[in-house]
T-cell receptor, first 117, second 115 residues
Framework: EAQVTQNPRYLITVTGKKLTVTCSQN?????MSWYRQDPGLGLRQIYY???????DKGDVPEGYKVSRKEKRNFPLILESPSPNQTSLYFC????????????????FGAGTRLSVL | QQQVKQSPQSLIVQKGGISIINCAYE??????FPWYQQFPGKGPALLIA?????SEKKEGRFTISFNKSAKQFSLHIMDSQPGDSATYFC??????????????FGKGTKLTVNP
């Protein structure tokens, strides 16, 4: 089954304690991204990656890091989480084939709900 | 600056009624307009999409209407059902080799269909 898998689904942590949210896709997609979803603000892109070792900032990158060492994995790292990073996070992937056809179809994971106390 | 404005924020419709969600954009470089549907506890999933060279696209009970001159597009859900209750996001992306990977989302509309 084609899917984007995020872990953990739920996470409660404290301010300043480093954490990593993992994301893996089995569709051999080149493009991956991270979003955060907040009430009334919709989905905002944090970081994206066009391929292995190629990443770039989205709209709200402050306080986050990413890496893309393998094509299937795109972890999101919060080095020093703060309460304003409490949110619902989604990983998504897209294929270059679709993007070349100007069809930006993003496949989303089920989400990670993060609470920073 | 919000590039895609979506309204209403929430919508309550009776079963069998028509649900209408509207979006407006400013960037004329946008060339692909998808709608995503999100159920509670799930990630968004592509519902239907349109390009500006057509004015309407229909898939089952879901129809996108597109008005290029007004820079507006809307989602119509005919014969709305309780199972359609979800949050709907409109989005837009550009048709270019660099930038087509960037998808800009509206803020979402929470649709509730009462039985």
């Amino acid at each position: 089954e084609a899917q984007v898998t995020q872990n953990p689904r739920y996470l409660i942590t404290v301010t300043g304690k480093k954490l990593t949210v993992t994301c893996s896709q089995n569709m051999n997609h080149e493009y991956m991204s991270w979003y955060r979803q907040d009430p009334g603000l919709g989905l905002r892109q944090i970081y994206y990656s066009m391929n292995v070792e190629v990443t770039d900032k989205g709209d709200v990158p402050e306080g986050y890091k990413v890496s893309r060492k393998e094509k299937r994995n795109f972890p999101l790292i919060l080095e020093s989480p703060s309460p304003n990073q409490t949110s619902l996070y989604f990983c998504a992937s897209s294929s270059d084939r679709d993007l070349a056809l100007a069809k930006n179809i993003q496949y989303f994971g089920a989400g990670t709900r993060l609470s920073v106390l | 600056q919000q590039q895609v404005k979506q309204s209403p924020q929430s919508l309550i419709v009776q079963k069998g009624g028509i649900s209408i969600i509207n979006c407006a954009y400013e960037n004329t470089a946008f060339d692909y307009f998808p709608w995503y549907q999100q159920f509670p506890g799930k990630g968004p999933a592509l519902l239907i999409a349109i390009r500006p060279d057509v004015s309407e696209k229909k898939e089952g009970r879901f129809t996108i209407s597109f008005n290029k001159s007004a820079k507006q597009f809307s989602l119509h859900i005919m014969d709305s059902q309780p199972g359609d209750s979800a949050t709907y996001f409109c989005a837009a992306s550009t048709d270019s080799s660099r930038g087509s990977e960037k998808l800009v989302f509206g803020k979402g509309t929470k649709l509730t269909v009462n039985p």
